[in-house]
């Protein structure tokens, strides 16, 4: 037993000069490689990236760093791989039957692949039309949430509830984007049929200039919210409907403070925001 393992020792301490310190700086380089490559991208995606006039400069950023991101994946998989092949290659695992079955492989999951295909397919596009990046808020009929992150082959959604959401991109047949270039304040106000319209039009229009000159609320409103027309005539009120136009993701937030000062205007100037009525008659 002695006898072997002194046999062992000797052997491993030549490997250890040798292979071993090969390794070693292929780890170390690898690891080297990864950094400056990380650098590269990140520089070459905010140079290359070609501005689009519509996007706010936050919005500019997001759909950087999105690429970013993928670009990063990427690379550290096709590095590690490399890498990996090469330790092989110095532990004496010969490169080429190992290529060889992993082709094998390849073949024999073909066709469970196609979906894997489908999806990087579908999450190419998705990210070369800019549909959607990271920090945006979409809905995929019916799954909705905050974006959290994007690969090539799923988009990872965070709802209201804080539940996580995995979609893979091929499945994702339809994408409603809530927050790209900007959003819109689309509220319907129910008012008394005994209130006069021309007043509650007045109303409406000076809260929604007075919102949008706030200092707290005005770097966030592109149009104020303004009076747009009857939308209609329901059983117990007028409906009106008031839009405008906000930064991306800020239309909840100044549709609140817009409902908040509507109805303190509404209550200061008689307006009525009506109850369900009905009308009963009774037979004699």
Do not use: C
């Not at 501005?51 to 550290?76: C, P, V, Y």
């Not at 039309?129 to 909705?144: C, K, L």
């Not at 790209?180 to 109303?203: C, M, P, Q, T």
Request: zero cysteines; hydrophobic letters at 45%; a neutral charge.
């Amino acid at each position: 037993m002695k006898e072997i393992l002194t046999s062992w020792i000797e052997n491993l301490i030549p490997w250890l000069l040798s292979q071993g310190i090969k390794i070693i700086f292929i780890v170390i380089g690898g690891y080297v490689l990864n950094k400056v490559l990380k650098k590269f991208i990140e520089k070459t995606v905010r140079i290359s990236v070609i501005t689009d006039t519509r996007l706010s400069k936050h919005a500019q950023k997001k759909r950087e760093d999105t690429l970013i991101r993928i670009f990063k994946g990427a690379s550290n998989i096709v590095l590690l791989a490399i890498v990996v092949l090469m330790i092989l290659q110095e532990v004496g695992v010969p490169i080429g039957p190992v290529l060889a079955s992993a082709g094998i492989i390849g073949l024999a999951v073909g066709f469970g692949g196609q979906y894997l295909i489908r999806d990087i397919i579908s999450g190419f596009f998705i990210i070369l039309e800019n549909q959607y990046r990271i920090g945006d808020v979409v809905d995929f009929e019916g799954t909705s949430g905050l974006v959290e992150d994007i690969s090539l082959r799923m988009t990872t959604l965070r709802d209201l509830d804080g539940t996580v959401h995995h979609v893979p991109h091929g499945e994702v047949k339809k994408v409603a984007n809530l927050s790209k270039y900007f959003s819109r304040i689309n509220l319907n106000i129910g008012i008394s049929y005994a209130a006069k319209l021309d007043h509650v039009i007045e109303v409406v229009n000076e809260i929604g200039i007075e919102l949008s000159e706030d200092s707290q609320w005005k770097e966030f409103i592109i149009k104020p919210p303004q009076f747009l027309r009857i939308d209609d005539f329901a059983d117990s009120s007028i409906m009106i409907k008031i839009l405008g136009e906000t930064q991306p993701l800020k239309q909840w937030d100044v549709t609140g403070e817009l409902r908040k000062r509507l109805k303190i205007a509404f209550d200061k100037e008689g307006i009525e925001i009506p109850f369900p009525q009905r009308v009963v008659h009774q037979v004699k």
